[in-house]
């Protein structure tokens, strides 16, 4: 066995020897190492040097505070559009009139065709809930006259909430610049008018009549009818006369006497005060019926004028606006919602906490941060606060002019909006907020170091007495007071 140990050992004597410089080598290296240190892990070893500074340069430039918020990119204040089809008398057709996405709506336009009648758009913010007839009243009514008063019509004093003639004349001229016939009476009612003025014409007639007669009562005898009784009398006195002188018979003067004693007694009436209670009763009657049939005329009259149908009307709020979808259809029954229209301006809306809120103005200038990472500018148009308290404020702004392209691809998108709220004017000089420290005065200063800040041996500070101005995004503004400061001075923000 021992013979062929010795022939390996000869075969792999080069392998063997290799083994074993580095089997040497390997000891030599961990005496060595244990007993002689380089210079850098002596230095590692010996005591720790200085510490250095923890710097930051000072910067030169404009400086501002933003409020930061996410909004919703599109048309303002969409609203649904219904329409009341309850007074149609027949189906709710739409007959025609049937706007494009993107029309925009103005007063007097027509929004859509129901029934062969028209939707006529208006101003104001009161949704047409009921039917203006002549002697109704409330506020749909004063909308409706300044609606009127805005588009040139007279309806009346908007401050009188009474639907009255000058109302109801104006309906018929706000049909005719819609290009449509006002709304039509019923048979009815023109029947009721025609039986009316008949019934007044023969009051009318009768009460002549009563009149005459009363006036001729009241009057009593004429002098014609005088005269001739008188002449009864003397006629009946010469025959009595002549009958008495010729011997005539005792019962013919008898006669004679009678017939001169009734003539005398006519002739006494004619001379006493007329009753004309009678004939008066009669024409008080004949007035009395007279001013009904007048009323009666009135307020068939009345239910005649025109009137506004709530179906055939559309208020809407900042005019003009734009039809954002339609979903009525030419042929098909107009049921729920016709259309959504929304604000024609383009807007961003969304919200911040009242804290920011109140730190955003009116007019305000803002950044909109697009997809493609450009920006569009901005203007606030409102800040409006939340229903009660802790509720997050609503913010609108008006983007500036956006291309076709640009409309859509943004419209519906959220996008990042920032909001300067304050800023410095031009450039200033800024370090960051951790470099301030308070004096023994209570005074604000940095320190400013010299030499190789990460050299807590070598470098060294001095100290500059400073003025501090806005602070924004963990910055300040400052302004040396005592000593000198530039801009890339490293200021010291920790050590």
């Known amino acids: 066995m021992v013979a062929p140990v010795r022939a390996i050992i000869r075969r792999n004597r080069p392998l063997w020897i290799v083994s074993a410089v580095a089997v040497a080598s390997l000891v030599t290296g961990l005496v060595v190492g244990r007993f002689v240190v380089s210079p850098t892990d002596a230095a590692a070893l010996g005591s720790p040097p200085a510490p250095g500074y ?20 599109g048309y303002a204040d969409p609203v649904d559009v219904k329409i009341d089809t309850t007074d149609l008398p027949g189906q709710p057709i739409v007959t025609g009139r049937v706007p494009e996405v993107g029309t925009q709506l103005n007063p007097l336009s027509v929004a859509l065709e129901v029934a062969g009648r028209p939707v006529i758009v208006l101003p104001g913010d009161l949704p047409a809930y009921r039917s203006l007839r002549f002697g109704v009243s409330g506020p749909d009514v004063s909308q409706f006259k300044s609606a009127m008063r805005s588009i040139g019509l007279d309806a009346g004093d908007p401050e009188n909430a009474v639907f009255d003639e000058q109302a109801a004349s104006a309906v018929k001229a706000l049909y005719a610049q819609a290009g449509y016939p006002a709304p039509a009476v019923s048979e009815d009612a ?29 009057a009593g005898a004429t002098a014609a009818e005088k005269q001739e009784a008188d002449n009864a009398v003397a006629s009946a006195q010469r025959a009595l006369d002549a009958a008495v002188a010729s011997g005539e018979t005792e019962a013919r003067v008898a006669d004679l006497r009678d017939a001169l004693a009734l003539a005398k007694t006519k002739r006494a009436q004619l001379d006493v005060a007329p009753d004309a209670s009678s004939a008066q009763t009669d024409l008080r009657s004949a007035q009395e019926q007279l001013d009904q049939a007048r009323e009666d005329l009135a307020r068939a009259q009345e239910r005649a004028l025109p009137y506004l149908p709530a179906g055939e009307v559309l208020y809407l709020s900042a005019l003009p606006r734009r039809v954002d979808s339609v979903e009525a259809q030419r042929g098909a029954e107009l049921k729920g919602t016709a259309m959504t229209v929304s604000g024609a301006a383009l807007s961003l809306s969304g919200s911040v906490p009242e804290s920011d809120a109140r730190l955003v103005k009116k007019d305000g200038k803002a950044v909109v941060d697009l997809p493609d990472g450009s920006t569009l500018d901005a203007t606030v148009t409102s800040v409006t606060p939340g229903q009660k308290a802790g509720d997050r404020w609503t913010v609108t ?5 956006v291309t076709d392209q640009q409309l859509t691809e943004l419209r519906g998108q959220n996008l990042r909006v920032r909001i300067p709220v304050a800023a410095t004017d031009g450039d200033v000089l800024h370090v960051p907020l951790a470099a301030l420290t308070a004096g023994p005065g209570g005074e604000d200063r940095v320190e400013v170091v010299t030499g190789d800040p990460r050299d807590g041996q070598s470098a060294s500070t001095r100290r500059v007495v400073v003025e501090t101005g806005l602070s924004a995004s963990g910055a300040v503004e400052v302004r040396p007071v005592d000593g000198e400061l530039s801009k890339g001075d490293l200021v010291v923000v920790g050590r």
């Open 54 to 73: 923890v710097t930051a340069p000072v910067e030169y430039g404009p400086l501002s505070n933003e409020v930061t918020m996410r909004a919703d990119f």
């Open 190 to 218: 023109e029947a009721a008018v025609r039986s009316s003025r008949s019934a007044v014409a023969s009051a009318e007639r009768a009460v002549a009549t009563a009149s005459s007669a009363y006036d001729k009562a009241r």
């Open 397 to 401: 702004l008006a983007p500036a002019a």
